[in-house]
């Protein structure tokens, strides 16, 4: 095995402070991870002043995820080709345009079509502030920034369902949409100001059999997942769907000499394992919110409100978590804590499987767990390959973060309904050994990170 020679992708650099070009990055993960989570306390409000059918509803909420997934791959192969920074900049802009289009949308389709397209900017702008990270920052600092990373979202994904109800009974859900414009303008500003850009070397594929399929298989794969309780039929035709376009276009991609995922990747030591537990340990946290919430009002009276609170603290652990995973790091090598954070994610499920009485302390378990080990499994990703792939394994950590989600929440989800009275229970003892059994895969040292060969 020989090593990598740097190529005109090596780390680019900039004048100002490296970690200055965090601002507008964060800023733009922000506005995305607000966009998702306060979506589910404006609904109603929505719903009522647009007329939205029960499906039109569900649309609105489902639709930005759909796209976002099935357009994360050809995003990453755009920057990969034309610049990072280039993305991130289209992604502020459609946020800022889209949304302030979708905050005077007076018809329900049109702001659904709104929610699709500000999926697909969101993908532009993840796909970019990733590869960027990946390319910009390393070994230590690039644990930080992915702690960083890790933080906003869990923020923002915290403060989200607060901000929606605050804003929708004050001044009105609009200002959800139109509130986002002037901070999308702001992080776009900034973005040409601080953040450096980066691309690969390598000649970009623009293999039309292979764009479309891998859209169309993520977009139905996220449909299946997020549908699989709701319309079963729809689901499964869905899901047979998405796994006959994946599998061709795996084979494609094995058989193309450039092609746009390169499958190798997969065989570099340690990037499956960190996939897997990326998977793992995203599924059983967001399935967690669902299935305490869930818990709380059904079996112990709580309202909407009062779960959201009791929720609160995992959210607020996520970010932590990702703040924290650095500083771990100077008393435990990364594949060490990244098992203790799996086996603590684990207790805390189990921990709440008990039916304790204050939910908050396991919650906080949880939530810390998945905050650490998302952060050091993304970072491994990078770790073990080079920055000309940093477009498709940013690509690549995004979808297994999207799958995950979807999911944990399929799978645990049906799980709780078909176990009945003790489905509750059930679920948060297979999601526990899932994220154990996640710990338990084979460690990767790190190690000069392996060239793949095109």
Not at 190 to 212: G, M, T
Request: charged share 10%.
């Amino acid at each position: 095995m020989t090593f990598p020679i740097p190529t005109a992708s090596a780390r680019p650099r900039t004048a100002l402070h490296p970690w200055l070009a965090m601002i507008p990055l964060l800023l733009g993960i922000l506005i995305g991870a607000l966009a998702i989570s306060s979506m589910s306390t404006a609904l109603p409000a929505i719903r009522g002043d647009l007329a939205l059918s029960d499906s039109g509803a569900l649309w609105l909420v489902d639709i930005y995820a759909l796209s976002l997934a099935a357009t994360l791959i050809i995003a990453a192969r755009i920057g990969d080709a034309f610049g990072r920074k280039r993305i991130v900049l289209a992604g502020l802009a459609g946020f800022a345009v889209l949304n302030l289009v979708g905050g005077f949308a007076h018809d329900g389709m049109l702001l659904i079509v709104v929610r699709a397209l500000l999926g697909v900017a969101e993908a532009f702008v993840v796909a970019g502030v990733v590869a960027t990270i990946g390319a910009h920052y390393h070994a230590r600092q690039r644990v930080l920034a992915y702690g960083l990373w890790t933080a906003t979202f869990g923020a923002g994904s915290a403060l989200g369902p607060v901000l929606g109800g605050l804003v929708t009974e004050g001044p009105g859900w609009r200002w959800l949409l139109l509130g986002s414009v002037p901070l999308a303008v702001a992080a776009g500003v900034l973005a040409i100001w601080l953040v450096p850009d980066s691309r690969s070397s390598r000649r970009p594929s623009w293999d039309i059999l292979s764009i479309v399929s891998s859209i169309v298989a993520l977009g139905a794969l996220v449909f299946a997942l997020h549908e699989v309780l709701a319309a079963p039929v729809a689901a499964g035709i869905a899901g047979v769907l998405a796994v006959g376009t994946l599998v061709f276009f795996i084979r494609r991609q094995r058989a193309l000499a450039e092609p746009l995922i390169d499958m190798r990747l997969f065989r570099v030591p340690g990037f499956s394992p960190a996939i897997v537990r990326i998977v793992a340990s995203g599924g059983v946290s967001t399935a967690s919110v669902l299935l305490v919430s869930l818990h709380l009002q059904d079996a112990r009276g709580f309202s909407a409100a009062e779960a959201g609170i009791a929720i609160l603290p995992q959210a607020v652990a996520i970010a932590l978590g990702g703040v924290l995973a650095p500083l771990f790091l100077r008393w435990l090598s990364s594949p060490t804590l990244t098992v203790l954070a799996l086996v603590v994610q684990g207790a805390g499920l189990v921990w709440l499987s008990t039916g304790v009485d204050l939910v908050a302390f396991p919650l906080v378990l949880v939530g810390v767990g998945f905050g650490v080990a998302a952060t050091l499994a993304a970072t491994t990703l990078f770790d073990v390959t080079t920055e000309d792939d940093a477009g498709q394994v940013g690509a690549i950590q995004e979808v297994g973060f999207a799958l995950g989600g979807g999911l944990g929440i399929a799978v645990l989800g049906t799980i709780a309904v078909i176990a009945g009275s003790r489905g509750f229970v059930v679920a948060l003892l297979i999601a526990a050994g899932a994220v154990v059994a996640a710990a338990l895969l084979p460690l990767c040292r790190r190690t000069a990170p392996h060239p793949v060969y095109h």
